[in-house]
């Protein structure tokens, strides 16, 4: 549910919830930091690890890197809310209800073991049943467990699936989360093919009426890497 402003200016919502991957959130605000968007990550984590990994002087709530604003375990807030051109709230395994029933966009990310598809299926049946998800499945390393499996235990109907994303086991991908948390950044042209595939089904995502020419040049502006 976008904010709109009586200007005609728009805030979008993002959801990225499940596995406490914190590089999905990042790249996100970079994907659309990248292409000049006035960015909000609200890390309402458990640990809060994203917004613990970006530099900042001791005490601070809020941190700024270019046009990207860090800030951690906050409620919604529409006038807030509205100071930015996307919100990115993080989840990680615990869903705050309120924040996800009014995204725009959902990013679930799970990964193949039971375990998770458990936790996150007692998380997600709290949620109105009609909410639409895009899944990330995470860390395959083997065909042998499929999609669809990992789909049923966590109790989504295939009906409420936007999109899905099928990201193998990478130690690039790894070695970067790893970077981020060590080092609060990532270089975006070291990431993987699949991540920069995701990135690319984003961007269409969003802007659906992008043309290819224009679509391109967004992702060479990701992969560029510049903080603006």
């Known amino acids: 549910m976008a904010i709109v402003l009586e200007d005609g200016k728009t805030t979008q919502i993002i959801s990225v919830m499940g596995l406490p991957d914190c590089?999905?959130?990042?790249?996100?605000?970079?994907a659309l930091n990248s292409i000049k968007k006035s960015v909000l990550v609200v890390d309402n984590s458990r640990y809060h690890?994203?917004?613990?990994?970006?530099?900042?002087?001791?005490?601070?709530?809020m941190v700024q890197t270019g046009n990207i604003y860090y800030i951690e375990n906050i409620k919604f807030s529409e006038e807030f809310f509205a100071q930015y051109d996307f919100v990115i709230i993080y989840h990680g395994m615990v869903i705050r209800d309120e924040l996800n029933a009014i995204s725009d966009y959902r990013y679930m990310i799970t990964d193949y073991s039971p375990i998770t598809?458990?936790?996150l299926n007692k998380e997600l049946s709290r949620q109105e049943d009609?909410?639409?998800?895009?899944?990330?499945?995470?860390?395959?390393?083997s065909g042998k467990i499929q999609e669809k499996m990992v789909l049923h235990e966590l109790g989504i109907p295939e009906k409420n699936v936007k999109e899905s994303y099928v990201l193998s086991f990478n130690e690039v991908d790894e070695m970067n989360q790893l970077f981020l948390l060590r080092n609060g950044s990532i270089r975006t042209k070291t990431?993987?093919?699949?991540?920069k595939d995701f990135?690319?089904?984003v961007y269409a995502t969003i802007y659906p009426d992008l043309s290819s020419k224009m679509q391109k040049n967004y992702m060479k502006a990701f992969?560029?890497?510049?903080?603006?």
């Open 23 to 30: 590089d999905i959130p990042y790249y996100l605000a970079r």
């Open 49 to 61: 690890e994203l917004f613990k990994s970006i530099p900042k002087p001791d005490g601070e709530k």
């Open 117 to 119: 598809t458990e936790r």
């Open 130 to 141: 009609t909410l639409k998800y895009h899944i990330i499945y995470r860390n395959k390393v």
């Open 191 to 195: 990431s993987s093919a699949e991540i």
């Open 199 to 201: 990135i690319n089904a």
């Open 223 to 228: 992969v560029n890497g510049k903080v603006r």
